[in-house]
């Protein structure tokens, strides 16, 4: 059972004399205990609703069309709280924040319902078989999975949880029941790439189709690891080596399946100082949020835009703040605008991340204090253009609590916040 907390007015929920506070137990006899089910069930344009209002047990019949919301609202979108991830994985970057951020930087989830609603990756360690079951049923697809490794002894290692391993076995269940899966392995120098890496790539093409996409990403490594399982980063040699077999495996399965399934994170390229594939190579950029392709996406995005673009004379003057693995690229692009237009003036900045150790160098994970500490007094012209990543969801501070307006008054400079996986938004904003 859920509370509802209040009714839409002149919805059918209303007309049928459903209130806010009364309790939402059943829709077509199927029990109500989250979002998912809510969803689910209430498609139907016919609907029987049992609920409980001040202690008594209700039952009513809704009709309504397949385009009318049925007019509940209730307290958050998952109806209850998050799932708390059970493990304590050696790479866990959670574990690696510093002290005295906002509390909910330190929150680990590992929701099934949030994969489904957000794109968040699952461990499956903390599914019940009832949950399984539920996607197959609702056919909840696609699913994103956080495998790391197929070696089943290995994941419990890894994960330092006893069921890590056997719960593997869910990825075949879902897979020969039509469920399309997503996967990521967080690769760490030495124990889950090399020999453990092709056994985990043979594994998970087996399951092809239901398997759509397997994402090689690197550890991330803070200098906050006092305590912590010892991790060394990747270097130009292993990340080649990362990049070696996937391309194998890839190539492999473009030859069986029509598709090369598996990829590396562009930053295995980068650190292994190799030229990143082209636009074809990643098919239909499946994995972007994992930062599988993005390099090309973006660059293609904007070099395209900018074709398209006519000098209208226009003088502008503006900035550009970035990490320091995007900084090469977004200083390209800048300068074939500047080249392009000679009446555009573009700075673009680079910040370090002395936050969290300069090994770290998305722009993901970038500062309101550095930003602030490495561009104070530097020439930001009319406006200083940055990436959404650097913020929260809601838009409004970075990572260590530093506001936006924070950032403009200390900097003296209006901040502009575009879409960090979009070329055309970076230009749109500097032709803005």
Known sequence: MVEIKSVLRKSPAEKAGIKGGDLLLKVNSHEINDFLDYQFYVEESLLTIEYEHKGKVKTVRVKKSEYDDLGLEFESYLMDKERRCKNKCIFCFIDQNPKGMRESIYFKDDDSRLSFLFGNYITLTNLTERDVERIIEMHITPVNISVHTMNKELRVKMMKNKNAGECLDIIGHLAENGIEINTQLVLCPGINDGEELKYS???????????????????????????????????????????????????????????????????????????????????????????????????????????????????????????????????????????????????????????????????????????????????????????????????????????????????????????SADGYDLLDKIFA
């Not at 473009?254 to 994170?265: I, N, P, S």
């Not at 990490?323 to 000679?342: Q, S």
Request: aromatic share 10%; charged share 30%.
């Open 201 to 419: 790539l043979e594994k998970l093409g087996e399951l092809y189709p239901g398997v759509q996409s397997i994402a090689a990403v690197p550890v991330g490594v803070t200098k906050h690891r006092d305590g912590l399982f010892p991790m060394p980063e990747y270097t130009k040699e292993t990340a080649a080596e990362v990049i070696d077999i996937i391309t194998e495996f890839g190539d492999k399965f473009k030859e069986k399946h029509g598709t090369r399934l598996c990829y590396a994170a562009d930053e295995f390229y980068l650190k292994a100082e190799r030229e990143l594939p082209d636009a074809d190579y990643y098919e239909s950029y499946c994995q972007l949020e994992n930062g599988v392709g993005m390099w090309t996406s973006f660059k293609d995005e904007f070099m395209s835009g900018l074709y398209d673009i006519e000098d209208d004379g226009a003088e502008r003057e503006l900035s550009v703040a970035t990490g320091e693995a995007a900084f090469p690229l977004i200083k390209e692009l800048c300068d074939e605008v500047t080249k392009k237009y000679p009446n555009t003036k573009i700075n673009v900045y680079k910040i370090e991340n002395d936050f969290f150790g300069h090994s770290v160098t998305v722009a993901g994970l970038v500062t309101g204090k550095d930003l602030i500490n490495q561009l104070k007094g530097k020439e930001l012209f009319e406006k200083l253009i940055i990436p959404d990543v650097m913020l929260r969801s809601e838009g409004d501070l970075f990572l260590d609590n530093v506001s936006v307006e924070e950032v403009e008054e200390a900097l003296s400079v209006p901040l502009d916040i575009t879409f």
